[in-house]
């Protein structure tokens, strides 16, 4: 099956920096790559994706990037803002008879010290 | 409507109580997932509903019963629950396949069970 590394687990970085958290994946059938978003007391939120047949996308202050050939994925954060303190998990999707099957990360708790 | 709606949002059981979860969704979306996530891990996957018929049950003790009435509500039935299944329950749902979108999470029960 499918297996999803994700690092760091910890993240800290000044107001105004920048935050990269890598991930990697073993499924070359995997076809959709979400980033989540976990704040303390609620559910993941996702915050943006990438399919399998592009190499970046960008939303503002963050993007993801994502290598195929390497298996690798990653979500970039600038200009962090206390608001973006949470836990990110990464996440690599295939789609299995009517359903997304998904393996998470294991997330990386990301602090922002304004 | 955008949401995935749980209730209730927090509850604590005796470990011989019967409780039910409620989910709802009404943005058409034909899988429906049950999750719990234990303090610092990521979502672990326990049901899986596509088109209303159960597609997968992750090996999930018989404590634990879902259902799903229609295409627009899951229940998760809890019975003879025990401690360590105190943890916050997370409903998703999303369209069949990735090329839509990723899951949306409801904001989860977080369980007590004494």
């Known amino acids: 099956g499918e297996n999803v590394e994700q690092h760091p687990s910890t993240l800290s970085v000044q107001e105004g920096d920048s935050a990269v958290i890598k991930c990697t994946y073993s499924?070359?059938?995997?076809?959709?790559f979400p980033w989540y978003k976990q704040e303390l007391g609620k559910g993941p939120q996702l915050i943006i994706d990438?399919?399998?047949?592009?190499g970046e996308k960008k939303d503002q202050r963050i993007a993801v990037t994502l290598n195929k050939t390497a298996k690798h994925f990653s979500l970039h954060i600038t200009e962090t803002q206390p608001e973006d303190s949470a836990v990110y998990f990464c996440a690599a999707t295939t789609d299995s008879g009517g359903y997304q099957k998904v393996t998470f990360g294991t997330g990386t708790k990301l602090q922002v010290i304004p | 409507d955008t949401e995935v709606t749980q209730t209730p949002k927090h509850l604590v059981m005796g470990m011989t109580n019967k409780k039910s979860l409620k989910c709802e969704q009404h943005m058409g979306h034909r899988a429906m997932y049950w999750y719990k996530q234990k303090a610092k891990k990521p979502p672990e996957l326990m049901f899986v509903?596509?088109?209303?018929?159960?597609?997968i049950n992750e090996s999930v003790p018989s404590r634990f019963s879902p259902e799903c009435p229609n295409s627009s509500l899951l229940n998760l039935h809890l019975h003879a629950l025990q401690p360590e299944d105190s943890a916050l329950y997370l409903c998703?749902?999303?369209?069949?396949?990735?090329?839509?979108?990723?899951?949306?999470f409801g904001s989860g029960t977080r369980l007590t069970v004494v």
């Open positions: 499924d070359s059938a995997s076809n959709y």
């Open positions: 998703a749902s999303s369209q069949g396949f990735s090329y839509s979108h990723g899951y949306t």
């Open positions: 509903y596509s088109y209303e018929k159960l597609s």
């Open positions: 990438i399919r399998s047949n592009v």
